[in-house]
């Protein structure tokens, strides 16, 4: 009997510690939450306040570009958002070869990539934009029927 009481006595004991150990650690969680908390309500009230700035910055950014707009008759915007003039390719000596191709298998269809894949100078065309001449002069006929999407070019 008195070694039961003994190991009872213990495990009571231990349960104590285990107990005031959770305790303890249940504290230093919740002192981590609060500093997690008072963190980031720190860094909300920071970024609220750099977008304030962020606003009053733009609006003073607009009145400059309007008075330099005033002053030039041309704002900053007009002057950034203007692209150099492209060139143009004259492209009647490649239509031309691509008509005589096409002409020597009347008959057959294309699509667009084949042409592409065929003459690799016409990368980054349009092809329907560049064999627009040749259909409106009526050397190249079109095939829709599969749909607007598998437009297929050829030559009667």
């Given at each position: 009997?008195?070694?039961?009481?003994?190991?009872?006595?213990?495990?009571?004991?231990?349960?104590?510690?285990?107990?005031?150990?959770?305790?303890?650690?249940?504290?230093?969680?919740?002192?981590?939450?609060?500093?997690?908390?008072?963190?980031?309500?720190?860094?909300?009230?920071v970024k609220a306040?750099?977008?304030?700035?962020?606003?009053?910055?733009?609006?003073?950014?607009?009145?400059?570009?309007?008075?330099?707009?005033?002053?030039?008759?041309?704002?900053?915007?007009?002057?950034?958002?203007?692209?150099?003039?492209?060139?143009?390719?004259?492209?009647?000596?490649?239509?031309?070869?691509?008509?005589?191709?096409?002409?020597?298998?009347?008959?057959?269809?294309?699509?667009?990539?084949?042409?592409?894949?065929?003459?690799?100078?016409?990368?980054?065309?349009?092809?329907?934009?560049?064999?627009?001449?040749?259909?409106?002069?009526?050397?190249?006929?079109?095939?829709?029927?599969?749909?607007?999407?598998?437009?297929?070019?050829?030559?009667?």
């Amino acid at each position: 009997m008195r070694m039961i009481r003994k190991v009872q006595q213990g495990t009571l004991a231990d349960n104590a510690i285990a107990k005031k150990a959770l305790e303890e650690i249940q504290k230093i969680e919740d002192e981590a939450k609060q500093k997690k908390f008072a963190q980031l309500e720190s860094l909300q009230q920071v970024k609220a306040n750099i977008l304030d700035r962020m606003e009053e910055l733009q609006h003073q950014l607009a009145q400059v570009d309007n008075a330099i707009t005033m002053i030039t008759g041309a704002g900053s915007k007009a002057s950034a958002s203007r692209q150099p003039k492209r060139t143009y390719r004259n492209l009647d000596e490649e239509r031309d070869r691509v008509a005589r191709w096409m002409v020597a298998r009347k008959g057959e269809r294309f699509m667009a990539g084949d042409l592409a894949k065929e003459f690799p100078e016409l990368d980054g065309f349009k092809i329907s934009l560049f064999l627009k001449p040749l259909m409106q002069a009526g050397t190249v006929k079109t095939d829709d029927s599969e749909g607007h999407r598998r437009m297929r070019y050829f030559v009667e």
